[in-house]
């Protein structure tokens, strides 16, 4: 008989955390729908006291998803657990995610606190969200770095409180593989009443180790993995989905989940076009060179048989060994078949003006690509914000003078100016800045080339400072200059209403 493990998704919050992969409402609703299709248990919607565009994040996604339950965090603070009560009061299926420190590090120097104080705030936290939700979660923050017989007594006492979750993170990926399972299985033995609860895993990637330690922690006894999309999240990332499904699909463990494997690959290219987080070329599973095969001896082995050198069948995670090639003859089926393999449907509408950019492409540039297509629908999903480029012209060279002309189109109005600047990308900024009259400030820059050809497309991430707070924009061009000023406004859209 096969054990059921539980698939916790915090890609819309853990790994929305990460500087530049902002959201909006509308964004996250997308990539909820896309994990619901995906077959995740939970999906951790937000941290509703945190903002209130968090908090709408969560009402919305609550109306909009129909079967994994939703979760939303709190601290073990009344007013975020009345929040996250609130947020979720739409959700089919809810869960209040509270906890606390609970290292000596988190008690001496975070909370300036003691053991026993902690426990107490512990349990008050279950027992208040109790009062929202029948389904608690309770995390120990630090869990990793927390001793296992302080850690017990902690559970213990939430558990008695009405947990119905007990989530062990390790926060800081500090844990070694058999250290962290000997903790999961150190609970297991000695908290009563831990047989009435599901044990969670939430790992970091810190020291390379986030996926390893949560296998470790499952093959002794938790049952629910907490993880996200390609592995996103605060500093080194978190666990990668795709790591812990493909590694119990692989393994005959008995450990069984409820995700479609074939939509891993289309739900891995969506997250990374619209949180703007391109994906290694060697990640497990996901990365372009995951079923690449270069050396020789391993290509002739392939060709012989596949199970020479691959573990796991690429159709298996959604990824089409026969590709379909595009260049400037290809039609509209073959763009379409390719949008559905990266998880993007379009209306024909959109289809049609993604096809006519998709043509102009293909005239400049050799070789289409997976990040070429999603850069164009991207481009489309630019074209419905409130300020669009009608046109972009630039004058540079060596000893002159850079000269930027710019059209903007906001809210269906058009505007016109140009400006002089060191450079065309300061030139084309200055530009934009006269029509916008803001006291905006470029605070980070960066350019990075999809392959590696002259007519490449660029990508460009910024990060734009108006009000003193930053603002991420994106864009992609194969004109470097225009991804600069596409990228400019991206951001500007965040805050100009």
Wanted: glycine share 8%; with cysteine; charged share 25%.
């Amino acid at each position: 008989m096969s054990d059921r493990l539980f698939i916790f998704d915090t890609t819309l919050r853990d790994g929305e955390q990460v500087p530049g992969c902002q959201l909006n409402t509308v964004e996250k609703i997308q990539v909820a729908k896309a994990l619901e299709t995906l077959g995740v248990d939970v999906i951790e919607a937000g941290f509703p006291v945190s903002s209130p565009g968090d908090f709408k994040s969560v009402v919305e996604i609550s109306k909009a998803v129909t079967w994994p339950t939703i979760c939303a965090l709190t601290r073990a603070v009344e007013k975020d657990i009345d929040a996250a009560a609130e947020a979720l009061k739409y959700a089919k299926r809810k869960r209040i995610h509270t906890g606390i420190g609970t290292s000596d590090y988190h008690i001496k120097y975070k909370f300036n606190s003691t053991r026993e104080e902690i426990i107490e705030r512990a349990i008050a936290c279950v027992k208040y969200a109790k009062k929202y939700v029948e389904d608690v979660q309770f995390y120990a923050e630090d869990a990793g770095r927390t001793d296992n017989e302080y850690l017990a007594r902690v559970v213990e006492a939430v558990v008695k409180a009405g947990a119905t979750v007990i989530n062990i993170p390790d926060t800081t990926g500090y844990c070694l593989p058999e250290d962290f399972g000997k903790k999961i299985l150190y609970l297991k033995e000695n908290v009563k009443g831990i047989d009435n609860v599901v044990i969670a895993t939430h790992c970091h990637n810190d020291l390379g180790m986030a996926t390893a330690n949560t296998v470790s922690g499952i093959l002794n006894g938790a049952r629910q993995a907490e993880v996200t999309i390609n592995g996103i999240g605060e500093r080194a990332g978190n666990t990668s989905l795709e790591e812990v499904v493909m590694t119990f699909k692989s393994h005959n463990k008995g450990i069984e989940t409820n995700i479609n494997t074939q939509k891993i690959y289309s739900t891995s290219r969506m997250v990374s076009s619209m949180m703007n987080m391109p994906v290694q070329p060697n990640k497990a599973i996901v990365g372009r060179n995951a079923f690449a095969h270069s050396s020789g001896i391993h290509q002739d082995g392939v060709l012989k048989n596949r199970e020479n050198y691959e573990i796991i069948d690429p159709k298996d995670v959604g990824i089409d060994e026969n590709s379909i090639v595009l260049t400037a003859r290809s039609g509209r089926a073959a763009l379409k078949h390719r949008l559905n393999v990266l998880g993007v449907e379009l209306s024909q509408e959109d289809l049609d003006k993604a096809y006519a950019e998709f043509l102009a492409l293909a005239d400049r540039k050799k070789d289409i690509n997976d990040d070429d297509i999603l850069m164009l629908v991207g481009k489309s999903r630019g074209e419905k914000a409130r300020i669009s480029i009608d046109y972009l012209q630039v004058t540079s060279g060596i000893d002159v003078r850079s000269v930027a002309s710019i059209g903007l189109s906001i809210a269906g109005e058009k505007f016109e100016s140009a400006a002089s600047g060191n450079g065309p990308v300061d030139a084309a900024i200055n530009a934009i800045k006269n029509i916008i009259h803001r006291n905006m400030t470029v605070e980070e820059f960066l350019i990075q080339a999809i392959t590696k050809g002259s007519d490449d497309t660029g990508k460009v991430h910024m990060t734009v400072s108006y009000n003193n707070e930053s603002y991420y924009g994106f864009g992609a061009n194969t004109d470097i200059v225009a991804a600069s000023a596409e990228a400019f406004v991206d951001a500007i859209n965040k805050f100009v209403r």
